[in-house]
């Protein structure tokens, strides 16, 4: 089977991707040996240099140190986690901030032991204005109290402002930038 970079921590433990990934885990971890951040948002500077496949296979390898991750797809203009996972349908992040739908609704099992999924649900014609809310920020702290790691999944930074927004609600940020293509 032609495994694809998106669940590779997982699929393949063993190649190299996944060691690049838990290389991204250690780095995470040492940044605040004495509290390492709970809560990182993953972002970009544009659009296809690896930030979904950088938060999936991130909060993979967390969960490969017995931590429980939470990994939300706060891209709501092109999410994509629900493909990844194969979460379609039901509610999810939109829902929630919107007031439509509890948090326990949006909470998805995964196949990855102790990987949870919060999809982006319904694509919602406001995104900015949701994230603004109050509520993501109660969300992410309530989420802290039951998972090790929270790990958001957004859209890239150059495009909208959506990233800077999320960052404020959580401790850590992880940049991707694509090797000799992001200025």
């Known amino acids: ?8 921590a997982h ?5 190299l991707m996944a060691e690049a990934y838990r290389s991204v885990r250690t780095s995470l971890l040492l940044s605040a040996p004495d509290h ?3 809560s990182i948002v993953i972002t970009s500077a ?11 296979n991130t909060a993979v390898s967390l969960t ?20 990844i996972f194969g979460t379609n349908g039901g509610a999810g992040l939109s829902n929630f901030l919107s007031g439509s739908a509890g948090l326990k609704e949006v909470i998805r099992e995964t196949a990855v032991p102790n990987l949870f999924v919060v999809p982006c649900g319904a694509v919602p014609p406001n995104p ?8 993501l920020r109660r ?5 802290s109290q039951y998972f090790d790691f929270v790990i ?7 495009n909208v402002s959506d990233a800077r927004i999320l960052s404020t609600a959580c401790e850590a940020s992880i940049l991707v930038v694509k090797a000799f293509s992001t200025s």
């Open 64 to 83: 490969q140190t017995g931590s429980r991750v939470i990994l939300i797809d706060a891209d709501m203009r092109k999410p994509r986690l629900h493909q």
């Open 46 to 56: 544009l659009p296809s240099e690896g930030k979904t496949a950088t938060a999936v």
């Open 36 to 38: 390492p951040p709970k």
């Open 152 to 158: 958001l999944d957004t859209p890239p930074l150059l």
């Open 11 to 15: 699929k393949s433990p063993n190649s």
């Open 1 to 8: 089977e032609n495994t694809t970079i998106d669940l590779i």
């Open 128 to 135: 900015a204005e949701l994230i603004l809310s109050d509520r």
């Open 139 to 143: 969300m992410i702290e309530a989420l």
